[in-house]
């Protein structure tokens, strides 16, 4: 059960005799690592033009398939409202929202003219949808929902331009995540156990149920509720998708004292994710992700957390600090996933009301995180855009979503298959998500001391 380099341990934490299943295991997530020096003095306008530029030829292709060679694709510029015929149009999605957040509204609000009511969501039936390429830009009108879509996304319109100036979409299609890899057969069930939302604090309110998601992957809990331990046995990593620490925030009088009393308590959380991960990585492979209110940089692509904030946990090779979109290969299955910031800027900045929806939306449009860099803090890439999908993943999942939801996405064409997975937060619902790696099915285990064992949806 044990790997071989981390037996130095004289008490290792599993009471049950069983044999870890080990499957093939390949981090995929390069490209969301920073090389060499950081460079921030490139404007965002540079990733916008490198992910248009990529997607304009993916999007291409996608375009013959779906309308043929007999319809032209034109740009912006080549556009003639004098003489409208019918072609299509590639280009990147822009909506101009009034109640978006603005610098300049708030430079307003401190020269004392009328504040902006405070808000969770920016759309509004005023929302104006516009096209732009590398050139300029149109107003998109017609059978397109300004509000199911959001700023960022690259799409291929059909249509013709009207004799007020403005594009009528008669269809439009995006590139739906690329080919996929076909799925390869398995003898064995191997399990992938996603966990998000921790938030762990100097004093935790959720520790039994902690302690018996613990004891279940140890293999410990055979016969209670409806674990088995052949079921622990099957379990071959651990994803730990975000906001693992939050400091309890308690507002003081005096500011030194409160700064301190936060310090402490961030302090004291961290202790507690270490120590959690310590004893999970003796028995099981586990990837801790970053998540907004982690200690890590707050651009996306987030990178891994200090491994010096983990002393005890680094001791194992099973332990790993991953990147925040996280790629790998889990017994040839692809897998892509993110600690839920993308699906929360989706659902705040459309009409879209459901974390699945946006889930399902992002893997539609391609691409990650497509509101970064308009409302999501993002690195300034120029050369190129990491978060492109241009292999559809087996498994594509979100954190702190808060309940968990899950279900099967097959592209157009029907020759893609993707698992998709809303990770429950583990802090408000007690309980994970499992994935069966040969089936790609997923079901919620909660750990709810009043109601311990598996809940299938």
Excluded at 276 to 283: E, R, T
Excluded at 295 to 317: D, G, K, T, W
Excluded at 421 to 441: G, K
Aim: aromatic letters at 10%; glycine letters at 6%.
């Amino acid at each position: 059960m044990l790997f071989p380099q981390d037996t130095n341990f004289s008490n290792p934490p599993t009471g049950a005799n069983f044999e870890r299943l080990k499957v093939p295991y390949l981090n995929r997530s390069e490209k969301y690592h920073f090389q060499g020096k950081k460079d921030f003095s490139k404007q965002f306008a540079f990733i916008y033009a490198s992910r248009l530029d990529e997607m304009l030829t993916l999007v291409s292709e996608r375009v013959v398939k779906k309308w043929g060679n007999e319809i032209s694709i034109k740009r912006l510029a080549d556009l003639r409202e004098e003489c409208p015929q019918k072609c299509v149009i590639i280009g990147t999605l822009f909506k101009h929202q009034e109640l978006k957040p603005s610098v300049l509204r708030e430079i307003s609000e401190e020269n004392q003219l009328a504040p902006q009511p405070p808000r969770s969501h920016y759309a509004d039936d005023k929302d104006i949808l516009v096209l732009e390429d590398a050139l300029q830009r149109i107003r998109l009108v017609g059978k397109i929902d300004v509000h199911s879509v959001v700023t960022g996304v690259v799409c291929a319109l059909l249509g013709y331009e009207e004799s007020n100036g403005r594009f009528f979409v008669e269809d439009y299609i995006f590139y739906e995540g690329g080919p996929q890899k076909p799925l390869k057969s398995l003898e064995y069930s191997p399990l992938l156990v996603l966990v998000s939302g921790l938030n762990q604090t100097a004093a935790n309110d959720c520790s039994v149920s902690l302690e018996l998601f613990q004891q279940w992957i140890f293999g410990n809990l055979e016969g209670f509720g409806q674990v088995h331990d052949w079921e622990a046995a099957s379990v071959v990593r651990i994803v730990i998708a975000g906001n693992s620490v939050k400091a309890t925030l308690k507002h003081k009088n005096h500011l030194h004292t409160k700064a301190t009393n936060e310090a402490a308590e961030l302090v004291a959380a961290v202790k507690a994710v270490d120590t959690l991960v310590y004893n999970l990585a003796q028995s099981v492979p586990v990837d801790l992700m970053p998540g907004e209110f982690d200690p890590a940089n707050h651009m996306i692509p987030q990178q891994p957390m200090h491994h010096c904030l983990f002393p005890r946990s680094v001791e194992y090779s099973s332990f790993r600090g991953v990147p925040n979109p996280y790629a790998f290969e889990l017994a040839d299955r692809f897998i892509v996933g993110t600690s839920g910031q993308n699906v929360q800027d989706i659902m705040r900045y459309s009409k879209i009301e459901c974390p699945l929806e946006a889930l399902r939306a992002s893997l539609q449009w391609s691409h990650i995180f497509p509101t970064a860099p308009d409302t999501l803090p993002c690195y300034p890439y120029s050369q190129k855009d990491p978060f492109i999908v241009t292999e559809c993943p087996h498994v594509y999942f979100a954190g702190n979503t808060g309940d968990f939801l899950t279900e099967e996405w097959n592209g157009s064409d029907g020759k893609q298959k993707t698992r998709l997975v809303c990770v429950p937060s583990f802090s408000e619902h007690q309980s994970v998500a499992v994935v069966n790696i040969r089936t790609l099915e997923c079901r919620k285990v909660s750990f709810k001391v009043e109601n311990f064992g598996d809940e299938e949806e």
